[in-house]
């Protein structure tokens, strides 16, 4: 069964980076979407970036310009990477790593939407102080 396992969270202060990883195995399928998302305390659930098995990407437009979004894939194991940098206050939430096998590519609505039929991970918590 697909498993995704998040690291890396923790705690920074304002202007600092971290990168979570996320080790999603147990699947077959050759094409994805796969991303991160957030929630903070309170707040609805915020799709923060996004990358298919090509590799195309997108990013929340709170995020764009600081994280970066990338995969190191191996055959049926793909480890996915969210490298944040000049962090902010509002970026502290839970960060969840999904996976979504319904699309060939990621539809432009999928960060907005999340996935239709979607695997979650348990999160990891990033707490930015300022």
């Known amino acids: 069964h697909v498993q995704l396992v998040e690291s890396g969270g923790g705690s920074v202060q304002a202007g600092g980076s971290l990168r979570l990883s996320c080790a999603a195995s147990?699947?077959?399928?050759?094409?994805?979407?796969m991303g991160w998302f957030r929630q903070a305390p309170g707040k609805e659930r915020e799709g923060v970036a996004s990358i298919d098995s090509d590799g195309t990407t997108n990013y929340a437009d709170s995020v764009t310009g600081r994280f970066t979004i990338s995969q190191d894939q191996d055959n049926a194991k793909n480890t996915l990477y969210l490298q944040m940098n000049s962090l902010k206050p509002e970026d502290t939430a839970m960060y969840y790593c999904?996976?979504?096998?319904?699309?060939?590519?990621?539809?432009?609505?999928?960060?907005?939407?999340?996935?239709?039929?979607?695997?979650w991970g348990q999160g990891t918590q990033v707490t930015v102080s300022s």
């Open positions: 999904a996976a979504d096998f319904s699309w060939l590519v990621c539809p432009g609505f999928w960060l907005a939407r999340g996935p239709i039929t979607g695997y």
């Open positions: 147990g699947y077959t399928y050759s094409r994805y979407c």
